[in-house]
């Protein structure tokens, strides 16, 4: 494992499980949800306070990074934490799944991915090597390999295809020098096919890799499908590394990933989400524009501590909602961020108890009649 990076398993109930990270940069109390840093910044919100809502490390997107402002950049101002004033860990994607995201603006071979910039249509290349040096010159605590993430649904030839393409990156990846601390985790796709990500992964934990992650999930399966995998796949990853999921998800989602025994999440829902009026709460969620809050005087949620309940009502964000002010987009993101945190946190206390189902049923079960799925 590299120096300066550690995982330890302190606490199971059935197959969820608690730990903790360590890097050169913090600790990161495991289970744990990363709240999504695109453009080094968590949108509408301090730093502090995304701290405050109980995260202890934020996601980068390396794409985004590479073209704006350009990782020499981060690289002279210190790097990636530094640079958006984030007192603790971070991690950052590799950029593929947002080049794959654009079909039509990219062509991949076995040396990489060139592609269109969604900014100008500037021509540029992402190859494996490169994805290392972006990483490298970002400084995350933890950076993930250039993998291919084929759609969803893609036929089982794609999917193999893309397999095979990933583990030939990956081991071009391995051997990299990366800078002192840095972590590098691998990413086992597979699709819905429990065969094909078995295989992947068996062929992964041959590579010297400091984590594992899912990759090519939430990107169009049906959502049984995805925890069938969680099912299959995830308690066959390497017991003593940090088990990830990448791009997942909602409440539900994270506790049927803990059940099975995933470490880490991300994903772009609570900020997304909130931007959109939406709120997460025990059992659901509810949309503010909607007419039946308009002279709501409770809080998004009673009985929730985060500053939007604290001192917000129902009415009042609605209001904010249908004229558009950007405040109410941080107030739901405080509470969604806060939400996920409470979520993570309570798992964390369930698994220490060994009482990890109670507390999984016990969230998602509604709280009024108001709540909607």
């Given at each position: 494992?590299?120096?300066?990076?550690?995982?330890?398993?302190?606490?199971?109930?059935?197959?969820?499980?608690?730990?903790?990270?360590?890097?050169?940069?913090?600790?990161?109390?495991?289970?744990?949800?990363?709240?999504?840093?695109?453009?080094?910044?968590?949108?509408?919100?301090?730093?502090?306070?995304?701290?405050?809502?109980?995260?202890?490390?934020?996601?980068?997107?390396?794409?985004?990074?590479?073209?704006?402002?350009?990782?020499?950049?981060?690289?002279?101002?210190?790097?990636?934490?530094?640079?958006?004033?984030?007192?603790?860990?971070?991690?950052?994607?590799?950029?593929?799944?947002?080049?794959?995201?654009?079909?039509?603006?990219?062509?991949?071979?076995?040396?990489?991915?060139?592609?269109?910039?969604?900014?100008?249509?500037?021509?540029?290349?992402?190859?494996?090597?490169?994805?290392?040096?972006?990483?490298?010159?970002?400084?995350?605590?933890?950076?993930?390999?250039?993998?291919?993430?084929?759609?969803?649904?893609?036929?089982?030839?794609?999917?193999?295809?893309?397999?095979?393409?990933?583990?030939?990156?990956?081991?071009?990846?391995?051997?990299?020098?990366?800078?002192?601390?840095?972590?590098?985790?691998?990413?086992?796709?597979?699709?819905?096919?429990?065969?094909?990500?078995?295989?992947?992964?068996?062929?992964?934990?041959?590579?010297?890799?400091?984590?594992?992650?899912?990759?090519?999930?939430?990107?169009?399966?049906?959502?049984?499908?995805?925890?069938?995998?969680?099912?299959?796949?995830?308690?066959?990853?390497?017991?003593?590394?940090?088990?990830?999921?990448?791009?997942?998800?909602?409440?539900?989602?994270?506790?049927?990933?803990?059940?099975?025994?995933?470490?880490?999440?991300?994903?772009?829902?609570?900020?997304?989400?909130?931007?959109?009026?939406?709120?997460?709460?025990?059992?659901?969620?509810?949309?503010?524009?909607?007419?039946?809050?308009?002279?709501?005087?409770?809080?998004?949620?009673?009985?929730?501590?985060?500053?939007?309940?604290a001192r917000f009502e129902r009415r009042y964000l609605r209001h904010l909602f249908n004229v558009k002010e950007m405040l109410v987009s941080r107030l739901i993101t405080l509470h969604n961020l806060h939400h996920f945190g409470a979520l993570t946190a309570g798992a964390r206390s369930a698994i220490s108890d060994g009482r990890f189902s109670q507390f999984k049923e016990s969230w998602l079960t509604p709280r009024e009649e108001s709540i909607t799925s």
């Amino acid at each position: 494992m590299t120096r300066g990076f550690s995982f330890e398993v302190s606490s199971r109930d059935g197959r969820a499980r608690r730990g903790l990270i360590t890097t050169t940069h913090g600790t990161v109390p495991t289970p744990a949800f990363m709240p999504v840093g695109t453009r080094a910044s968590v949108k509408s919100l301090d730093p502090s306070e995304v701290r405050q809502s109980g995260a202890s490390i934020l996601l980068g997107n390396t794409y985004h990074l590479m073209l704006r402002p350009g990782e020499e950049l981060i690289r002279r101002a210190g790097g990636l934490a530094r640079f958006m004033a984030w007192d603790g860990p971070t991690l950052t994607d590799s950029g593929g799944f947002q080049v794959f995201s654009l079909p039509a603006l990219r062509k991949v071979t076995d040396r990489g991915v060139v592609f269109a910039s969604h900014i100008d249509g500037a021509r540029v290349e992402l190859t494996p090597e490169r994805a290392v040096e972006i990483q490298a010159a970002l400084g995350s605590d933890i950076a993930m390999v250039l993998d291919v993430c084929p759609p969803g649904l893609a036929p089982r030839d794609e999917v193999a295809a893309a397999m095979d393409r990933t583990t030939a990156w990956a081991k071009r990846q391995v051997s990299l020098e990366r800078p002192e601390g840095q972590a590098q985790f691998g990413i086992v796709q597979g699709s819905i096919h429990e065969d094909l990500r078995m295989r992947h992964l068996d062929e992964l934990k041959e590579l010297p890799f400091d984590g594992m992650a899912l990759g090519g999930l939430s990107v169009g399966e049906p959502i049984e499908d995805m925890y069938r995998i969680f099912q299959a796949v995830v308690p066959h990853m390497p017991e003593s590394l940090p088990r990830y999921v990448m791009g997942v998800g909602t409440p539900k989602d994270l506790l049927e990933g803990i059940e099975n025994g995933v470490d880490m999440f991300d994903c772009v829902m609570p900020t997304r989400n909130a931007r959109n009026g939406q709120a997460f709460l025990r059992g659901g969620r509810i949309n503010i524009k909607q007419a039946q809050y308009t002279e709501d005087p409770r809080p998004l949620e009673p009985g929730c501590t985060c500053p939007c309940c604290a001192r917000f009502e129902r009415r009042y964000l609605r209001h904010l909602f249908n004229v558009k002010e950007m405040l109410v987009s941080r107030l739901i993101t405080l509470h969604n961020l806060h939400h996920f945190g409470a979520l993570t946190a309570g798992a964390r206390s369930a698994i220490s108890d060994g009482r990890f189902s109670q507390f999984k049923e016990s969230w998602l079960t509604p709280r009024e009649e108001s709540i909607t799925s």
